[in-house]
């Protein structure tokens, strides 16, 4: 069974547009993130949500926003997609206090 | 300003010998450090840890070694196996007592086994 799962794994979608990708943890962790990984290939965090509430929000635009409906989900919202948000989005969860993050396979979004 | 650097964006060892990778970082709070690996379409896979109060962590093939003074950390793969070749990502984190779980990655050292 997979620990960390994220959907779709690819998206290309037109400038403008409005996705969410969803990913989900069956590892029992409090702790969730969103990472970015960009054409640099760095892997920078993005938000860090812990029972469902927020605890990292580094500096991103509004238009991303992030929902844990519970603590095995954290799913990512963009509105108003750009070209410069392509990229590799990843999931990871942990218990809190315990940063041996698990990462979920990734998730390349195109914008065109 | 990228806190953990990884100057060298490849590494080519021939099967059986040793692969060391480096990592160097800035932020003096950090005291925890972890290295990933990552194959292809694949997310980052934890591999080994180590606490800034040591200096060496050995697990199997893998040793990672922390030179607080240098603020450098270095992996060590010996015996270095064709498997093996992935992205490694050095990463770190601040505990302190608003532990968030927040990772700093480095932007990666390609490794390369040739059999």
């Known amino acids: 069974d997979t620990a960390v799962s994220q959907t779709p794994k690819y998206l290309v979608t037109q400038m403008g547009n409005d996705k969410s990708i969803k990913c989900e943890q069956n590892?029992?962790?409090?702790?969730m993130y969103w990472y970015k990984q960009d054409s640099k290939k760095f892997l920078k965090i993005m938000f860090s949500?812990?029972?469902?509430?927020?605890?990292i929000n580094e500096t991103v635009p509004n238009r991303f926003s992030p929902k844990s409906p519970d603590k095995a989900h954290l799913n990512l919202h963009i509105n108003s997609l750009e070209l410069g948000d392509s990229a590799v989005y990843f999931c990871?969860?942990?218990?809190?206090?315990?940063?041996?993050?698990?990462f979920g396979q990734g998730t390349r979004l195109t914008v065109v | 300003d990228q806190q953990v650097k990884q100057n060298s964006p490849s590494l080519s060892v021939q099967e059986g010998r040793i692969s060391i990778l480096n990592c160097d970082y800035t932020?003096?709070?950090?005291?925890?450090f972890l290295w990933y690996k990552k194959y292809p379409a694949e997310g980052p896979t934890f591999l080994i840890s180590?606490?800034?109060?040591?200096d060496k962590n050995e697990d199997g093939r893998f040793t990672v070694f922390l030179n607080k003074s240098a603020k450098h950390l270095s992996l060590h793969i010996v015996p270095s196996q064709p498997g093996d070749s992935a992205v490694y990502f050095c990463?770190?984190?601040?505990?302190?007592?608003?532990?968030?779980?927040?990772?700093?990655f480095g932007q990666g050292t390609t490794l390369q086994v040739k059999p």
């Open positions: 990871a969860s942990s218990h809190r206090g315990n940063t041996e993050a698990f």
């Open positions: 590892l029992g962790h409090d702790t």
């Open positions: 949500y812990n029972n469902k509430e927020l605890i």
């Open positions: 932020n003096s709070m950090f005291d925890y």
């Open positions: 180590i606490s800034s109060i040591k």
């Open positions: 990463a770190a984190s601040a505990h302190g007592s608003s532990n968030t779980g927040k990772l700093i």
